[in-house]
């Protein structure tokens, strides 16, 4: 069974300050990680993905996050919020390869200039 | 880039009616899927398919739905008789085999009247 907790289901940062979007999972088997956004009226995209390599890792639009295995977390950060970056954040979990992705509730990030 | 595309892009059906959602996946995944969003909720996992069978189905896949790879292009989702409850954003998702990663389409809004 896997499962995927997001702490905060509003973010509110200011232009220019740090990100910071909580994930945490829960898997019986190493797990493979994924976080996506999706602005309004629009599909999934992804962020970045953890598949077992490096800890910490560098997606697009300057997001990253850091696998902690000893924590069970995948934390999204950005050092410096745009406009830009106004949108809603699901991390995902899956047991790897073709299986399901299981994703979380969503954190609606607010950037206020 | 290759994308996975959907149609129609918003479907609307009274309830009792019988919808087809169409997605063409990115043309060499052997791996398909088919989730779920209610408005204001998270994505939800309906049904993955592979090799002209599914591979895993969610509760909320029952017989009311069904999947279907008619020709080697197009990934079908059917619902025979839909509900209220079936409005929803549903996306259509294929993986390749060589990053894991599942590649989501934009997306169909289902709205049931």
Known sequence: AQSVTQLGSHVSVSEGALVLLRCNYSSSVPPYLFW?????NQ????LLKYTSA??????????????KKSETSFHLTKPSAHMSDAAEYFCAVSSGGY??????TGTKLQVIP | EPEVTQTPSHQ???????VILRCVPISNHLYFYWYRQILGQKVEFLVSFYNNEISEKSEIFDDQFSVERPDGSNFTLKIRSTKLED???YFCASTG?????QYFGPGTRLTVT
Do not use: C, H, R, W
């Open chain 1, 36 to 40: 996506y956004v999706q602005y309004p």
């Open chain 1, 43 to 46: 599909g999934l995209q992804l």
């Open chain 1, 54 to 67: 490096a800890t910490l890792v560098k997606g697009i639009n300057g997001f990253e996050a850091e696998f």
């Open chain 1, 99 to 104: 299986q399901k992705v299981t994703f979380g």
């Open chain 2, 12 to 18: 609307v059906t009274q309830m009792g009616q019988e």
């Open chain 2, 87 to 89: 409005s929803a954003m």
């Open chain 2, 97 to 101: 085999t060589s990053d894991y990663e």
